[in-house]
């Protein structure tokens, strides 16, 4: 069937799958309790550590966990005040529709194939899947690299009962070179693979709660309305990779967000004309506050 599943793949252009167990992950307990203990966590993450340990709470009769990348990049432009994974529809969206045809590609083998996808929004740690199904590994930034993609990636994966033969992790890390920890505006990388990401501009731009003076200056200094790209965009494992194939990711892109347009428009019409795109999820006033602040003079 794992053979079958890599060829569905393929067709959906899909080039990085792998199996993840399904636990119960004792190891990734010990960094989330330690994430907890130092305040290293945002509110955007699933509170119940039992949850994103253990895959049976959210599929009772789960028995293996497929694992897909979805590489994003496109190419670097000059003139942008987004970050990449913004430019294009949202990847929920995309990384969804691909996974439900893959499910019901398996479903026509395996009649009875039950599954839950998730991307993003689920209770487990995409990243700590994708190092343990092999598709890639951790970087200092916190990022999952993939060799051929580098870190531009997004994580879906698809809960099932089929029991399927795990895949070995790579035996890897980033070469840690240290750039990122240097870039990083906010000081958020420290450099043992975790992160403090109530000090990550990608977390300050999407944050609801007013911005304290020091934040403010944050995103003055680093004009970017949405996500945070500096600590991809230096590592060195970003340099030589390939662009994205899914036509999803090289179509209908959008690189600036204006504030005269946004200013102008109500929130109904920026919900219309924006709710495909995963900068508009935190709503108007947060993409017009953002822009006021690295507007300000
Ligand atoms: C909340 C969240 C955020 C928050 C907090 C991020 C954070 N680091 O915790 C904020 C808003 C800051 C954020 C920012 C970004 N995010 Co985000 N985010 C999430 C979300 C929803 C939960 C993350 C989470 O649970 N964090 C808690 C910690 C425990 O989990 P983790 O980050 O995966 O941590 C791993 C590493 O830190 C590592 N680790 C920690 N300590 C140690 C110690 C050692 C020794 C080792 C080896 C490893 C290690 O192991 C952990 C578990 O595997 C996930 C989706 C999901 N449900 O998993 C997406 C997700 C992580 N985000 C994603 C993306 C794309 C981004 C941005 C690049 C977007 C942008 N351009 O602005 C930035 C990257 C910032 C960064 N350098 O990490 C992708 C990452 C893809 C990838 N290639 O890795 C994910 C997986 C969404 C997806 N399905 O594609 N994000
Ligand atoms: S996304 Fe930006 S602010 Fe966040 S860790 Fe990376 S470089 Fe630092």
């Not at 994003?72 to 994974?85: A, H, L, M, Q």
Request: proline share 3%; charged share 30%.
């Amino acid at each position: 069937m794992k053979q079958n599943i890599k060829k569905y793949c393929k067709d959906l252009n899909i080039d990085y799958v792998g199996i993840a167990g399904i636990g119960p992950y004792y190891e990734l307990e010990k960094i989330l309790k330690n994430k907890i203990d130092k305040g290293y966590y945002t509110g955007m993450e699933e509170k119940d550590i039992q949850k994103r340990i253990n895959p049976r709470i959210t599929m009772e009769n789960v028995e293996s966990i497929i694992v897909c990348l979805f590489p994003y990049f496109s190419g670097n432009v000059e003139n942008t005040n987004i970050s990449k994974y913004t430019h294009n529809v949202d990847y929920h969206i995309v990384v969804k529709e691909k996974l439900e045809k893959l499910s019901k590609m398996i479903k026509k083998d395996i009649d009875e194939f039950e599954y839950k996808i998730f991307v993003d929004n689920g209770p487990l740690v995409d990243r700590y899947l994708a190092q343990i199904s092999g598709v890639g590994y951790f970087g200092i930034n916190n990022n999952i690299i993939n060799d051929k993609y580098g870190s531009y990636v997004f994580i879906g994966y698809i809960m099932n009962n089929i029991k399927l033969k795990e895949d070995d992790k790579l035996d890897k890390k980033c070469i840690q070179c240290g750039e990122c920890i240097k870039k990083c505006p906010g000081g958020a990388i420290l450099g043992n693979f975790d992160m403090n990401p109530n000090k990550c501009l990608s977390f300050i731009t999407q944050k609801k709660e007013e911005l304290t003076d020091e934040e403010k200056k944050l995103l003055k200094n680093n004009p970017t309305v949405f996500g945070c790209d500096i600590c991809q965009d230096v590592c060195p494992h970003n340099k030589k990779i390939n662009t994205t194939k899914m036509n999803e990711f090289t179509e209908n892109l959008i690189y600036n967000i204006d504030y005269e347009k946004i200013n102008t428009i109500s929130n109904k019409e920026f919900k219309r004309r924006y709710k495909d795109r995963a900068f508009s999820w935190r709503g108007r006033k947060i993409i017009l506050r953002n822009l006021e602040i690295i507007n300000k003079k």
